[in-house]
């Protein structure tokens, strides 16, 4: 049975939803986990066929502890991830001995020419380690640096999570 770990930062939950409605999308693909990255594990389990990888954009790229801290200045009500953030457990996550395909996305604010991605910087650091990448990152937006998402992100992210589970099921089949 094929089994997708999604891993996901969110601050004001807005990259939550999107990691879940991802799930939703890949729910035909197998057994599929959906869990906050300071609960998530830094050994990637050998039975993980696709880790999904979430996280907010922050100052163009994967949030650090002081951009962390600026979006909890910010809160007006509980934070989602108040541990470490995406960038730290990329740091310290081994394989030990998965052959998983990688996907990786982000929230953000969309403004035209806006550069940097938190998913292209996750995508890069899990290539970097030696994963696959399945698909190309994919970016899901926001209103404002708070949120909420963007009308329709949320179906969107759906059909993504579909998509991957398609892109998957091919891959698998000529591995």
Do not use: C
């Not at 939803?17 to 799930?23: D, F, G, L, M, Q």
């Not at 990255?37 to 994967?62: N, R």
């Amino acid at each position: 049975m094929t089994r997708v770990l999604v891993v996901y930062e969110s601050m004001f939950g807005n990259t939550e939803k999107i990691a879940n409605a991802i799930a939703e999308g890949l729910a035909g693909a197998g057994a599929v986990d959906v869990v906050e990255v300071g609960s998530a594990p830094t050994v990637l389990p050998e039975d993980v066929d696709l880790l999904v990888v979430g996280a907010p954009t922050h100052a163009f790229g994967l949030s650090r502890p002081s951009t962390r801290k600026s979006a909890a200045d910010q809160a007006v009500g509980d934070l989602v991830s108040t541990g470490i953030g995406v960038r730290e457990w990329l740091d310290e996550l081994r394989s030990a001995g998965s052959t998983a395909l990688v996907a990786a996305f982000d929230t953000r604010v969309k403004i035209a020419m806006m550069p940097g991605s938190a998913a292209r910087r996750a995508l890069g650091r899990l290539r970097g380690r030696g994963f696959p990448m399945l698909v190309r990152a994919e970016s899901f937006h926001v209103v404002g640096t708070p949120g909420p998402l963007k009308p329709g992100e949320a179906d969107r992210a759906k059909a993504w999570g579909a998509k991957l589970a398609a892109a998957l099921s091919t891959r698998q089949h000529t591995r």
